[in-house]
């Protein structure tokens, strides 16, 4: 009935708890608090994250990835507006039309990722090709942070992207599922690519980057941000115990632990970037800039590979396979896919 | 800004983590899993939970009561139909609306309670005020077990509510945000007073005993089950390291430590029952079947406990104090608080 | 087949379509027309409308009562936001929980009717009741005026109630289906117990006063009504020959006829209370301050009249028997109805 | 203020009520009747459908055609399932997100139309593209009969269409906006392109065809209709005064009216295609089947036509011109039109 499996690079979900964070689990479970995030840990948590991100934001966690997209998403334009993001956007292909639930009928206008990315010519596009009463008016632009394809938005890219929101009258929300492996590989500050590029509100991704479950939603213009906490309760993400997320977060906010977590996982995608890039039949499919590597290679490696218990995913629709490094991964074990592929090339 | 506080007993939401669930998050930490409920762990939970349910039920994990509770309900009816409970209902007191929400508008009918329960007069009579097309038609009793008031359904009573479900037609969910107290005051076995009196779908929360965070959500009646995991996802409700919510039930349900946990915070109820029996002008306001206690006093009585720094909710909407017992209650602090209670009282 | 049935007094929903509105119908039927309300009717009528609550106001028409407030509701709170009402107010007791639909969950929060109205007692208490995050938020005000139960609110009462709006930051929704009924009793202007005591919104019915079917949503604050035009689109409640039902209020609207209609109906209310008034068991239960006339009678005597097809409605809930005046009821039905309810009291 | 504007082509949405309706609406204002649909009218008309459609189904009338599409889409499906339709779908191009907000989150899945039409590889395709639980279960084909295109689905599509239907465990609705001019066009039986070929349920237009407004949503899977009368009040699209919606019904279904009308559009639009083939830089887009004819033309020369007070749609999305011919076109206005296309297009 234990179905023990070796470590694998099918997603940064797979990993564990990592042990600062364990180790504030532990330790606060000897102390009692109030429920509800009234206690300190999600004060002082909240407070930690207003310091990092450097200025006064309005802070929630709530339980999962879709959850913080979609119901900031639905804080941000109602039924009958829509959003602009790319068709790979997480929002689109895998969140089971969570965004469209929690507003209640936003729809989804989708632009063909180039690399990844949402171009500011695509969001004109799509903002302006209807005005009239019978399609849900644009309001919203997602960009996912790092992008689902492993690329990172430049700051450059992203004041681009500000310009065109500010000229449409439009909001911005970004996915920050892999938001850790952008800062770290962009080696800046989140505000650099959060409020001072015009970003409203943003989804940190916590689960990804060494913890158990948390994901805290970030509100930078703190209108947005009214009544949100009935909306989480609401919407099922409040959690009595909140302490246990909230010193998670303190737990990868001492000592800059999540940056450290984000650049060791970026580190072991750009080591097995250099050691496949000599191998013959595989192709890098997209720029390597955080902690995912996206290859193209033939049916028969691939399903090889799996023969041999690697598991991994095809990009959602689009073939190949993708592989995912987190805080955990042991130079070792990239070392033995490394070895797999170049046997199954060779062969 | 350390808020240190004492054990109190506002909530078994202020409860702590047990340590046999706490061994196992630490374990699991060391085995590579797979995402999103695919583990072992998930996998070996829901086995267990149909073993002690002693019934191929469907078991799915969300993170709290109040999506528990909303999404097996609006798995049970449609926006246009009605769910009737009682008047100190925790889906009509204290979850913000997120039945409505879930099921896109479902109505709740109230009946008041008596003694906390929902007799089969109140249910025929809010089953058939109206049969019109202009009122949402009733579909769904919502029983809670144990009660809010800290009672508990016998399984005759069950029975009867059973009876008059089959006559209208009505599927019974039940709120069991403290089943494991009621199991443990009934000395009964789970099935006793889930599906073998009718229920079709309980939720059954691991929170309030013993866990960090984590509710389960058994479907007895499997029909309704159908595509409640693309329900879950797209409510947010879908862990992707589901491994760390289904391990913490594995530690709950072995050895039975669930029935112990609330065995022992069913006891400290009793004795802090006993011990305040004596006490004049303190008035004990339904029988304590639970884990709850709920005492009238004069209102200075009850703002001096605060004064001494004691956290305990009224009832809400019905003034007095409640006060809920835990796994982890220390008999010493109940001491405390009679004390103090004996102190105040004669003064 | 064909089932013919007398004129009934059952609602003033099943008044015919008066003979000004049908002209206009067949009228403007020779003339083209842009769609989808860009049309030239269109815009006249809601200029007329703005001539007739003589201020700026946003216009919207629908079809239904339910969608007019719902619309309006769902515009004025979101799903976590709850709404004050009585517990006879038809957004409560007719609509199918559609209130609850279009907001995606807003609760609404009952106060028991006196006279049919809604007091400023009542609305501080429910809107102070509950102030924490697990209960929605009061954010509405929704008075029915002429009330359900035939009653009017005077000037001084609205003025009563914006009052406890301004100081509980609260929005008052008016569900106008007997709006017309209202200012013909008062005597007065329509801004006179709308925008002038700070309503927001009102809906006001056209069906129940003479047209086949149509609604229009008045929106004095007009910051609530951004994109609301949208949000009917969205609801399924822009006709796209939108030009009958703004022709029909046209003809409404042309020469008083709203209100020349309403009060006749008021009349024959007030003539069949004074020809009733000395019959032994019969009882007026509220005040006819409009168009309606509850009767509260020995059941037999209801029974009878039944028996000699005469159709009407108990009170929702609350028995007796309501009697409704429209703008084509006959003095000659009156007087039979009156007739055989003195039979039948002697009898 | 008033703009008297010439006969167009713009959408059979600018037709006029048909004098047989018009008659009939006239004609039953003089009876009392029951309302909200309990009256004999609405009974007869929906016994004529029946009879019309040769089978026992189950009917409901609502306002508009996006009220019918969306409401019977979310009968059909929860809101974690999703509709497979074209991406010129009026339910994705023009229902402002309605279907989506009325199953409060179905997504649409789109495929590229073939001629306006969904193919059956098409629907294999995505109904199999995910199996996942990240991504919403695809539950309904909605075909447009005729098409959004103007193009009529031949019984042997709609044949394949019913197989795959059929493998992959999809219902089919029908957008019937224009249904009344595919079975005109076919010359068959409403029966021959509905139930007989699969359909569960059609939402049949009677806007489109010489009514003031209202749709028919036809059930033909009489399972898929349960409750479906409380869906529609809840959705604010249950007429109190419903005859007047169902006596526009009994005047089209009178004598085949529904067909001759539909039956005299399309030969406009075939007269239209006619006297236009040979003007050079005219071309027709796709095959005219029905009532529509989409052209293809020289941006000055739709300019010009513009300027000479000509109003018509481009596609939506797709450039060119849109002309629509109704019940009431006229052969002398189609020769202006021609007039003035062989004259600009000479110029």
Request: aromatic share 12%; hydrophobic share 40%.
């Amino acid at each position: 009935m234990y179905e023990k499996i070796n470590e694998q690079f099918a997603s940064d979900n797979y990993s564990q708890i990592c042990p600062e964070v364990l180790k504030k689990i532990i330790e606060l479970n000897n102390d009692n608090a109030l429920a509800y995030g009234n206690d300190y840990y999600t004060k002082y948590a909240a407070d930690k994250l207003r310091e990092l991100f450097e200025t006064d934001c309005e802070i929630f966690f709530v339980f999962t990835g879709t959850a913080a997209n979609s119901l900031s998403l639905a804080a941000l334009c109602s039924s009958y507006h829509s959003i602009i993001c790319t068709d790979v956007a997480h929002i689109e292909t895998d969140e089971c039309g969570a965004p469209e639930f929690f507003s209640n009928g936003s729809k989804l206008l989708l632009a063909e990722e180039k690399n990844g990315k949402l171009t500011p010519e695509d969001i004109i596009h799509l903002a302006t090709k209807r005005t009239d009463i019978h399609y849900p008016k644009p309001k919203v632009i997602s960009i996912t942070q790092s992008t689902e394809l492993g690329t990172v938005y430049t700051i450059e890219e992203l004041k681009q992207i500000q310009k065109v929101a500010k000229e449409y009258n439009l909001y911005i929300q970004m996915d920050g599922a892999r938001f850790a492996n952008a800062v770290a590989s962009l080696k800046c500050k989140p505000a650099d690519i959060t409020w001072k590029v015009g970003v409203d509100v943003l989804c940190f991704s916590g689960t990804k980057n060494g913890m158990a479950m948390g994901e805290v939603i970030v509100f930078f213009n703190k209108e947005l941000a009214q009544d949100f906490d009935y909306r989480c309760k609401q919407a099922g993400q409040l959690a009595s115990k909140m302490k246990f997320i909230s010193a998670q977060w303190l737990g990868l906010l001492e000592n800059d632990l999540w940056r450290k977590n984000a650049t060791h996982a970026n580190n072991m995608a750009k080591y097995f970037e250099e050691q496949i890039s000599d191998i013959k039949n595989i192709k890098i499919k997209f720029p390597v800039e955080s902690n995912s590597v996206f290859i193209e290679a033939p049916a028969q490696i691939l399903e090889q590979l799996k023969q041999r218990d690697w598991i991994f995913y095809g990009f959602i629709g689009l073939g190949g396979g993708r592989f995912v490094f987190a805080w955990n991964t042991s130079k070792k074990r990239v070392d033995e896919l490394v070895k797999d592929l170049k046997e199954l090339s060779n062969s």
